[in-house]
Each structure stands twice: as structure tokens, then as C-alpha cells.
């Protein structure tokens, strides 16, 4: 049986939550999360810009999800058609996109820009995959909006892609137009989910030092009920037992998770 669930909140050193995430169950349940750039104005309309539009476009032709580039292309064209209506600038769209949604036999996860891939093997042993930009500089399908903006990027760092696994480590610096597909295999993994950079950013604001990856991963999955609201109530719990210690999520923070469960 599949079991999906999302949740977004707030960040401590944040006034305006710039995530998003939602779910969706037609033509098949998927689960989408955007992250906006503090950096830009309205990236928090933005980003639930671009994640409603995604839905949108996957529910009208989701075979277009089987073409990486043509998918980012078409969705970033169309949400900057609503954007210009709302006379806002194409700035707002600076914000990642990620995607997981199950095939027959597998995961599929798709990811625009920076974010956490999280997933949790039939062993039970959890794990990630943390896709980052050297130079703090996600590669937003904002930028094919723009050639001036376009060029720009490509001087600063032709190659600022860095994929952190906590099975093979850490890769070799990639292009920044890397396509970023990853597959999950039912038979290997029971849980597959999705999150903003937040996943990595939680501060333990007494002893000013960051709480590991790993941990902060560790401690999310461990769900002792997935019906229902599973991840919100994990998550929330999380969080409560972190803020009785002095952690608390830096970043905004959003989660999006699917778990088989073998009946």
C-alpha cells in the first residue's frame, strides 16, 4: 500500500516562508516542493507559482515528465505568462522545483536547482542524496527566462554541481545544466521523499553548531505511523523536540515523503 504526505514551515531567521509543497493524486499521486530565493523579491508567490503550475502541466500531459529539459521549459514559460499578468518580475521565479511521484516498478525523482532527496532502504537504514551548488547559487529555470542572467551564471562557474550521497559520497563537480533524474526501485527502497536545502540548515543556536545531515534525516523518517497526516506529525514533533533543546530550522523548511507499506 502507498502512503504520501507533505509538510512546509517557517524558518528561524526567516519573516516570510518562501517553501511550498503539495500532493496530488490524478493521473498518479505525486508530491512537489519549491524553495524560493531569499535573495529575490516574491520568490513566496513564486514559488507557489511554479509548483501549482507544475501540477498543472503534469495533470494535463504527464508523459512531458519523461523529458527533463522540455518539461522545465515548457513550465517555466508558462508560469512566467502569470507572473507578467500579476506585473511582478520574472525575479520571482527563482525558486527550485522538485518532484517524486511512483512508476510501475520504481521512485521517480526529479530536481530543478538545489534540495535533499531522502529515502529509506527495505533494511530500514536511511539515507540522502544532497544536490548543492558551490557557490551558493542554485540553477533556477528562471534563468532560461533570461540570456543576460543566463550568461552571467555560466561565467561565474561553469561547473558548481555537487552531488553529496551518503552511499558513493561526494561526486565531481557537474555542469550546472546536469540533468538531475534519480531512480528508486520498489524491491530496494520502501520510502522515497523530498526536501528543500532547510533539511541540512537546523543550528543548535546554544552551542552555534550545525546538527549533521544524517541525524536530521535519521530522526524525520522514523515514523511510527504512516496513515494519514504521517509526515506532518513527524515533522511537527521533530520540530517541537528540537525547539525544547534550542534547535531550530535556520532555513525554510519542506518535506515531501511516499512509503510502501508491504501488506
Known sequence: MLHYDHYYTIGRMHTICEDYALQADTPFPFLIICDG???SQNTDVGARILALTAQRLIQENPSLLENYTLFGETLIHRAAHIIQTMELEQQALDTTLLIVYPTDTHFQVIVYGDGCILFKDKAGVSGYIDVNFTHNAPYYLSYLLNEER???YKQANTSPLVLNSSITGCSPNLPYQHVLVFSFPFNQFSTVGIASDGVGQ???FQESSRIALDEVINTLLDYKNINGDYVKRRTKRVLDTYAKQAI???????IAIFTIHDV
Do not use: K, V
Open 37 to 39: 530565493c531569499s535573495a
Open 150 to 152: 543566463q550568461y552571467a
Open 202 to 204: 537546523f543550528f543548535d
Open 248 to 254: 531550530y530550522p535556520a532555513d525554510d523548511l519542506s
